[in-house]
């Protein structure tokens, strides 16, 4: 969770009244709010954090992040399903498990 | 030299290496204070290339380490409710509490949930308005801005069944509260480099002059630790003790001004109790009282929790670099990934779990690594 990874915009839209853009994680898509970095355009690199663009971030040290993350398996623990790397963890069976893994593609 | 040719760029590292080896005259114990660091450091054994005289000592900065017991059996009570939905970020699934843990709850039939954002927990909440969600609101400087952002927007939006759990700690105070310890050996600091891309470095000149000590904020690859040491041992060596930004391509010195500003807005600052460590003044956030009724604990009212932490976790000393994990008595033996004591051996920021991913063979094999005391 304290990680933040790098992403790239690939769209911004207005959303109940606020700022969000969809977002690529070296191949994992997902959505982050713009409000705390209003001036955030298509094609730009920000560090996202839970969800939240916080820091705008240039395209070279973007990319490089995220082939060392993608290399590490890093990327796996932030995007993965929490529930499954839980109960491995735990040795423990997996409790609701088709409604876990649809929480987590949302 | 075993890991250095999985570095990024081994010759980079080779060379920021051989500097520090270069710099060096005596010895010097720095903290990183950030879990994540903490973490990559293991990982690659940057401990063990670095020169002897040069000692990591692994700080608090993982913030599903140090919430409060009684905070984890207040979610989990709250999360027993039939009537809530009780979200959470995935690292606090199997963070023990009194007797159990959330993975637990969701076996017992508790509708807990997983979420990536706070903001899809109030998405859940405009989905569900016949049920109570919480979300569970820990971590860093870092994590409070998007939490403070959800909670101002169920505001504005009118969400009225949405509620923040709220354990949020600050770096700050910390580190005051390390260097005021009277077994405190630490000599300079590696500042969390993303908590700094939001808080900017305006709290740390005070800190680093008040204390003597060199803090130099630092990312959390392989490299940028490497730089963050070398700079760092480059001040001590001088006798210097000033703050420097060994991270600039993610941290502005003024920090994320909306996000100051939200902050600011939504919090207040609020003594805290760490796990394992106690209270710490001034060290956290807690709801402003105009957001009083987001606040789950006073919406759910949780008391009459008996709260008892295992007599044989010592994570408060490995937390406050005291001990490192693998002299703990518990380490590896009762106490694993699979059978936690505490939270620094579930979290994968947590300094026991790190050890025992990366460091277990070692343990097996050999004494303790090798300490080298500063005095």
Known sequence: MCLAVPGRVLEIEERDGTRMATVDFGGVVKEACLEYLPDLQVGEYAIVHVGFALQKLDEESARQTLELFTQLGMLQEEFGDPWEMAAEAGGLPLPGAAEASQEARQ | ?375
């Not at chain 2, 950030?34 to 005289?53: S, Y």
């Not at chain 2, 017992?108 to 016949?130: F, H, M």
């Open chain 2, 1 to 375: 030299m075993k890991y250095i040719d999985e570095f990024q760029d081994p010759e980079l590292a080779r060379g920021l290496l051989d500097e520090i080896r270069s710099t060096v005259t005596r010895p010097w114990a720095l903290m990183e204070v950030c879990g994540g660091q903490t973490h990559t450091i293991i990982r690659h054994g940057i401990d063990q290339l670095l020169p002897d005289q040069v000692e990591l000592i692994h700080g608090p900065g993982c913030p599903v380490c140090v919430t409060p017991l009684e905070v984890i059996d207040k979610a989990l009570e709250i999360a027993s409710r039939p009537e809530v939905i009780f979200c959470s970020f995935g690292d606090m699934l199997r963070v023990p509490g009194t007797g159990r843990d959330l993975f637990r709850v969701r076996s017992e039939g508790g509708d807990v949930r997983v979420v990536y954002s706070p903001l899809d927990a109030l998405k859940i909440a405009q989905q569900n308005p016949d049920r109570e969600v919480v979300f569970f609101g820990i971590g860093f400087e870092t994590t409070a801005p998007p939490n403070a952002m959800t909670v101002y927007q169920a505001r504005r939006l009118g969400i009225r069944n949405f509620s923040l759990l709220v354990s949020h700690v600050r770096v700050p105070p910390a580190i005051e509260a390390i260097m005021r310890s009277p077994n405190c050996r630490v000599q300079a600091f590696l500042a969390a480099g993303h908590v700094c891309s939001v808080m900017g470095l305006g709290e740390y000149p005070e800190l680093a002059e008040r204390f003597g000590v060199p803090i130099v904020v630092t990312g959390f690859e392989p490299l940028d630790i490497l730089e963050g040491v070398r700079r760092t041992v480059v001040q001590l060596e001088r006798g210097e003790h000033s703050v420097d930004n060994a991270y600039p391509r993610a941290v502005r010195p003024e920090g994320n001004p909306a996000a100051l500003a939200m902050l600011e807005d939504v919090f207040e600052v609020t003594d805290r109790a760490w796990r394992g460590i106690g209270v710490i003044p001034g060290s956290g956030w807690r709801l402003a009282p105009r957001y009083r009724d987001y606040d789950a604990e006073y919406r759910f009212q949780v008391s009459g929790i008996d709260t008892r932490e295992p007599a044989q976790c010592r994570s408060g000393e490995v937390l406050q670099g005291l001990l490192k994990p693998h002299e703990c008595e518990a380490f590896g033996t009762v106490c694993t990934p699979r059978t936690p004591l505490g939270a620094t051996m579930v979290s994968s920021e947590g300094a026991c779990a790190a050890y025992y991913l990366y460091r277990r063979l070692d343990m097996n094999k050999t004494a303790p690594l090798e300490a080298s005391p500063v005095g």
